[in-house]
């Protein structure tokens, strides 16, 4: 059975990792991010009096 040489598993190497960031790129600029244009409300937590 033969065996890959270096150079080949390097180019295979190669072309998977330009791959995947290719893929993770285009996942990543695919949708405009989400602007919320209302104001976030300010949670105020009561305190409590603890009883020991």
Sequence with gaps: MP????LLW???FLM?????T?????NYFSK????NS????VVTLP???WKW
């Design 32 to 35: 405009p991010p989400i602007k």
């Design 16 to 20: 998977f990792i330009l791959s995947y």
């Design 10 to 12: 390097l180019n295979l």
């Design 22 to 26: 290719l893929f993770l790129t285009l």
């Design 47 to 49: 305190e409590k009096t």
């Design 38 to 41: 209302e104001e976030s409300p």
């Design 3 to 6: 065996q890959m040489s270096p």
